[in-house]
């Protein structure tokens, strides 16, 4: 992944793709750091250098990271250490 800042554009291929192709890790950050108890659908639907916010059964979950974001490459070193 290039190290591109993340502008609206990449926040939703970054969506898109986590949506698409890796679900069970959204549903592991809504249950761990979101504290969503049994979700049954849940969506990425933004990501910027503070947080992603997830629609879980309907209601919106911002979750923090544990550090600003510095550009794509970083989103994405993130997001796989939270799904670990």
Same mark, same amino acid.
């Given at each position: 992944?290039?190290?591109?800042?993340?502008?609206?554009?990449?926040?939703k291929?970054?969506?898109?793709?986590?949506?698409r192709?890796?679900?069970? =890790? #959204?549903?592991?950050?809504?249950?761990?750091y979101?504290?969503? *108890?049994?979700p /049954?659908?849940v969506?990425?639907v933004?990501?910027?250098?503070?947080?992603m916010i997830?629609?879980?059964?309907?209601?919106?979950? =911002? #979750?923090?990271?544990?550090?600003?974001?510095?550009?794509?490459? *970083?989103?994405h /070193?993130?997001?796989?250490?939270?799904?670990?």
């Open positions: 992944m290039a190290n591109e800042p993340i502008s609206t554009e990449v926040s291929r970054i969506c898109l793709h986590m949506n192709d890796h679900n069970s =890790s #959204i549903l592991k950050y809504a249950v761990n979101g504290g969503a *108890d049994n /049954k659908h969506e990425m933004e990501l910027n250098q503070e947080l997830l629609n879980v059964d309907g209601k919106r979950i =911002s #979750i923090y990271f544990d550090h600003i974001l510095k550009d794509s490459s *970083d989103a /070193k993130t997001l796989v250490n939270m799904a670990k």
